[in-house]
């Protein structure tokens, strides 16, 4: 069937209108478009010199930092507060009855710290004050004895004159006949007899005189034998009371009432925060140019960088860790891996800030070493002329058991009559 549907007029001017040429382009907008790919190459070569010159600048400024500073200093954060952890132990088996202080608490020098029951201890002082006076008393009896032999011996040697006088007359009246050969055999025998009895006495004199010659009573030697039992059961008796042999914050206490210890256990520690310091460990590497009495500088994590420590570099190690070890590595065993080790420096802490911003044993820190000077020693080149640590508190407790021994000792033999004996 044929298609009926007419053709309008207005299809057919659409088909047969002819296409309407493009209207031209602006110049500017052409002349942009020929300057585009030209602007890119620019923008990069800028950009690629700032980043060289950037670079450069950082690099500039990096190697100023080393020469200026960088090669001056030597910095660590392997590094931590150490001090003396000061043990207290008991010196005489006890039965503990006080505890005077605990963790935290701040103790005096010579405070007592812990008592033991003084029961045993007394007794065993009461009885060698009482052996010293006894042995004292029979020190005393043998400057005597030497006395009463002295006047024995004397006594003797009169004796012997008169017998000696007698023999040599009869022996005169015999040669005469006037006495009997008899009697002048008994007046040999008396003589002989007091010669006898005068070196017996003069032995026994020698012998008691060795006993006492040079010397006094106090410095006898059975009275110093005595003097010396009753000291140590004075210092048994004075060690019952454990006392703090430093100033310090206590630390670890263990030991509790009624507990019965024995020596060298220990019950508690006291810490001196005041003598304390740091153990930096730096690189190997890191040591060719440091040397003791450097000028250091501290940071803790405590308190950060706020708050700065001075120090001084006061030893360099003689080991590294490894070599200290309980089970030192074996290089030669062929399973070899080099590690560079680290060496531990002992810095001395400046007292500047170390009582408003206090320290404890095991802080971080963060350390810079000076190397500016280079004056000092690798190593200490003398030994000190003073001890580093001390303590005079147990030199108390012998001053006064030698202060009562010797008013023992004066009470039981008048000066006097010592010095009279002494002199003879």
Request: glycine share 6%.
């Amino acid at each position: 069937m044929a298609d009926t549907t007419p053709h309008t007029p207005a299809n057919t001017a659409d088909q047969e209108r002819p296409e309407t040429p493009a209207a031209p382009r602006d110049d500017k907008a052409a002349n942009a478009d020929q300057d585009a790919p030209k602007g890119n190459p620019r923008k990069r070569k800028l950009l690629l010199i700032g980043l060289v010159v950037v670079v450069l600048l950082a690099g500039l400024g990096v190697y100023l930092y080393h020469v200026l500073y960088g090669r001056f200093h030597e910095n660590t954060d392997d590094a931590y507060i150490n001090g003396n952890l000061v043990q207290i132990t008991p010196q005489v088996t006890g039965t503990v009855v006080s505890i005077a202080a605990d963790d935290g608490d701040f103790v005096q020098q010579g405070q007592e710290l812990v008592r033991f029951d003084p029961s045993d201890s007394e007794v065993a002082l009461q009885s060698a004050e009482a052996n010293l006076a006894k042995t004292v008393r029979q020190v005393r009896g043998l400057y005597s004895n030497v006395d009463s032999y002295k006047a024995q011996v004397a006594s003797r040697r009169v004796e012997v004159e008169r017998a000696r006088s007698d023999y040599a007359r009869r022996q005169k009246l015999a040669q005469g006949g006037a006495i009997s050969q008899e009697e002048l055999s008994h007046s040999r025998d008396a003589l002989t007899s007091a010669q006898s009895a005068l070196t017996s006495a003069q032995q026994q004199l020698d012998t008691n005189s060795a006993l006492v010659d040079e010397t006094e009573v106090a410095s006898h030697p059975d009275v110093k034998a005595a003097a010396a039992q009753m000291r140590q059961a004075y210092l048994n008796q004075a060690r019952s009371s454990l006392i703090a042999p430093v100033s310090g914050y206590v630390a670890q206490r263990s030991v509790q009432v009624g507990s019965r210890v024995q020596p060298g256990t220990p019950l508690m520690a006291v810490v001196p925060l005041e003598q304390i310091w740091v153990d930096a460990n730096f690189k190997e590497t890191q040591l060719r140019d440091m040397r003791i009495g450097q000028p250091v500088e501290v940071h803790t994590d405590l308190y950060g960088d706020d708050v700065r420590y001075r120090g001084r570099v006061e030893s360099l190690g003689v080991g590294t860790g490894t070599a200290f070890s309980l089970l030192p590595a074996q290089n030669a065993s062929g399973n070899w891996i080099k590690i560079v080790q680290r060496l531990p420096v002992r810095i001395r802490l400046e007292p500047d800030n170390l009582k408003e911003h206090p320290l404890r044993i095991g802080l971080s820190t963060d350390v810079t070493v000076d190397l500016h000077d280079q004056d000092g020693e690798l190593l200490a080149q003398k030994p000190l002329s003073q001890p580093r640590f001390a303590t005079d508190v147990y030199e108390r407790q012998l001053a006064e058991a030698d202060a009562l021994i010797e008013r023992i000792i004066r009470s039981n033999a008048p000066a006097g009559r010592d010095a009279g004996m002494a002199r003879r």
